[in-house]
């Protein structure tokens, strides 16, 4: 059963950066996709993007072009997802997932940041 | 983007009895090569990450309880609990993977105890 464990809560104030960690273990982290879903305070889901490691190959949502980037360690296999310029809208819980990319098949604890001035 | 619409936003259910949520896209999800409908669904229960349920519409995932079951095609899908427990509590989630690698998920249902 391949286990994902996020990084811990992060407090963060506006214009500033964060990058939330997530390394899997057991499974075969290179051949599955990790893609990164967050879900703002009492709300529902939203896809953010995906990176498969074996190719690093990445793709996003359109509405964070330009200031999200996701990477992977292969020698770790963790996979980190960088969200840059935070806005207070950003507060929420990052969750990472793994699958073959069409559905998650299972997901980490999730990570909440924190946007505040 | 394919909208997933849930219906309806909550219910309460009577412990044993059934409850159905559906989810409606806004264009169908079916894929003609494998003639699969691409539906997940997913159960969230308070401060954890959400769950799989069901794949391809209604394919259960390995270790859920058959008492969940899910159907449909095109646009129009449906998640049922055949007996709703107590440990069912939980909001529920459908999510479409026709645009892969982009998702949309439906609003959320919240399923509680009547």
């Known amino acids: 059963q391949v286990q994902l464990v996020q990084s811990g809560a992060e407090v963060k104030k506006p214009g500033s950066s964060v990058r939330v960690s997530c390394k899997a273990s057991g499974g075969t982290f290179s051949s599955d996709t990790i893609t990164w879903v967050r879900q703002a305070p009492g709300q529902g889901l939203e896809w953010m993007g995906r990176?498969?490691?074996?190719?690093?190959?990445?793709n996003n949502a359109v509405r964070f072009e330009g200031r999200i980037t996701f990477t992977a360690d292969k020698s770790t296999s963790t996979a980190y997802m960088e969200l840059r310029r935070l806005r207070s809208e950003d507060t929420a819980v990052y969750y990472c997932?793994?699958?073959?990319?069409?559905?998650?098949?299972?997901w980490g604890q999730g990570t909440l940041v924190s946007v505040s001035s | 983007d394919i909208v997933m619409t849930q219906s309806p936003d909550s219910l309460a259910v009577s412990l044993g009895e059934r409850a159905t949520i559906n989810c409606k896209s806004s264009?169908?999800?079916?894929?003609?090569?494998?003639?699969?409908?691409?539906v997940a669904w997913y159960q969230q229960k308070p401060g954890q990450p959400p769950k799989l349920l069901i794949y391809?519409?209604?394919t259960r995932e390995f270790g859920v309880p058959e008492r969940f079951s899910g159907s449909g095609s095109g646009t129009d899908f449906t998640l049922t609990i055949s007996s709703l427990q107590a440990e069912d509590v939980a909001v529920y989630y459908c999510?479409?993977?026709?645009?892969?690698?982009?998702?949309?998920f439906g609003q959320g249902t919240k399923v509680e105890i009547k």
């Open positions: 264009r169908s999800v079916l894929y003609t090569f494998n003639k699969k409908n691409s």
């Open positions: 990176i498969i490691p074996l190719v690093d190959v990445t």
């Open positions: 999510q479409q993977y026709y645009t892969t690698p982009s998702w949309t």
């Open positions: 391809w519409a209604s």
């Open positions: 997932t793994r699958g073959d990319g069409d559905f998650a098949l299972s």
